[in-house]
């Protein structure tokens, strides 16, 4: 059974720093590639970002290009999205999703980043 | 980029009745890139149709989806209560992207 938690929300001010993380269970997970997708508060979905099963390959959503980072840890069975220069509109649930095909196959219960002063 | 615009942006039926969500997109799409997800209140997603018609696994037959090009359509027969969800189409195309969404609710 798929299994992901994402940790590492939290309250952060504008400028600053938050690294979040994906557990990942239940599945192969060096095999698959890994997307995170954020959900603004009553708001609709938008994919941030991929990253290939090998790390070989990554791609960003033009808002958060340069300043987040998706990476991974196969040998952790997990996923990584280091966050830079926050904004307030980064405000969001961020979810890690396992890649099927095109697709977001399974996601994970997401974790709230809130950027405020 | 591909802009898809789902509507109506809420439907209310009442259980029983059938719900027909349309999803247009701005350029033609790949049926074999495009799928639906439903979302219950403070739940994540779940993928129920990819490939444009194709049910993902554990998802009842009430559910189907059809269309090709620039227009799609989730459609959900019989509705029960825990039909009530936001329902979200969603695209490759170099990039993904999702539609804005349409509201079920049950009366």
């Known amino acids: 059974q798929v299994h992901l938690v994402e940790s590492g929300g939290g309250v952060v001010q504008p400028g600053g720093s938050l690294r979040l993380s994906c557990a990942a269970s239940?599945?192969?997970?060096?095999?698959?590639?890994m997307h995170w997708v954020r959900q603004a508060p009553g708001k609709g979905l938008e994919w941030v970002a991929f990253?290939?099963?090998?790390?070989?390959?990554?791609q960003y959503a033009e808002s958060v290009k340069g300043r987040f980072t998706i990476s991974r840890d196969n040998s952790k069975n997990t996923l990584y999205f280091q966050m830079n220069s926050l904004r307030v509109e980064d405000t969001a649930v961020y979810y890690c999703?396992?890649?099927?095909?095109?697709?977001?196959?399974?996601w994970g219960q997401g974790t709230l980043v809130t950027v405020s002063s | 980029e591909i802009v898809l615009t789902q509507s109506p942006g809420t439907l209310s039926l009442s259980p029983g009745e059938r719900a027909t969500l349309s999803c247009r997109a701005s350029?033609?799409?790949?049926?074999?890139?495009l799928a639906w997800y439903q979302q219950k209140p403070g739940q994540a997603p779940r993928l129920l149709i990819y490939?444009?018609?194709s049910r993902a696994t554990g998802i009842p037959d009430r559910f189907s989806g059809s269309g090709s090009g620039t227009d799609f359509t989730l459609t959900i027969i019989r509705l029960e209560p825990e039909d009530c969800a936001v329902y979200y189409c969603?695209?490759?195309?170099?990039?993904?992207?999702f539609g804005q969404g349409t509201k079920v609710e049950i009366k």
């Open positions: 999703a396992k890649k099927y095909s095109t697709y977001f196959h399974y």
């Open positions: 239940g599945f192969s997970f060096s095999g698959y590639g």
């Open positions: 990253i290939r099963y090998d790390g070989s390959n990554k």
């Open positions: 350029q033609t799409v790949s049926s074999s890139n």
């Open positions: 490939a444009a018609s």
């Open positions: 969603q695209q490759y195309d170099n990039w993904w992207t």
